[in-house]
């Protein structure tokens, strides 16, 4: 699955410069990271070259990811098209750009990411191409004995009639959960059905 044309656009103009063994150095090191599991504190996109190792490596799988899941659920209700959505732990916007280009007509994106680097990199990446009120606020990393808690996902939407969760609900909420959270400790919350 191809990133859309803005996105890829942005990503080409920030890595443009990056000479590739210092790209590939940072891209090896957040890969370790991620391969680890570790769970040392810091935040795997904490500095401005792991963040473009990131878009480099990661993003288009993460895109894709994503974007099928979204998929998913457009397939299971042809006629659900959210207004709003939440990303926590958003990093440089994926759910926002697989949304977007999923339903366009999202009027509103709160986007909660703890990386100063990674946030930057995301509203710039934003900026320009994503018609929804977007705001990006500064998430908040809980620990406990030096060691980070996930957020956890409220992901299961009930339906007002009868109280229950539908099925495109559930569908919507394994897969934001499947496709959506990475092992970087961080979790997402995309658009659900109500």
Avoid at 49 to 60: D, F, G, I, S
Avoid at 62 to 78: I, N, Q
Avoid at 159 to 185: E, F, N, Q, V
Wanted: charged content about 25%.
């Amino acid at each position: 699955m191809e990133l859309p044309i803005p996105l890829r656009q942005g990503v080409d103009r920030l890595l443009e410069q990056v000479p590739l063994p210092m790209l590939k150095q940072a891209a090896k090191t957040l890969s370790d990271r991620y391969r680890a599991e570790l769970r040392d504190g810091r935040l795997h996109m904490a500095e401005d070259m792991a963040v473009k190792a990131y878009l480099a490596t990661r993003l288009p799988a993460t895109y894709a990811a994503v974007r099928a899941s979204l998929d998913a659920v457009g397939e299971s209700r042809p006629d659900y098209a959210p207004k709003t959505l939440l990303d926590v732990g958003a990093g440089p916007g994926t759910v926002l750009w697989a949304t977007i280009n999923l339903w366009p007509d999202l009027e509103q994106a709160v986007l909660l990411e703890a990386g100063a680097a990674v946030r930057r990199v995301g509203e710039a990446l934003a900026a320009d191409a994503i018609t929804a009120r977007t705001a990006w606020r500064t998430g908040v990393r809980a620990g406990i004995a030096g060691k980070t808690r996930r957020p956890a996902l409220a992901a299961d939407r009930r339906h007002a009639a009868g109280g229950r969760a539908g099925h495109a609900g559930r569908l919507a909420a394994y897969s934001c959960r499947a496709a959506a959270a990475d092992r970087g400790g961080r979790a997402r919350a995309c658009a659900l059905p109500a």
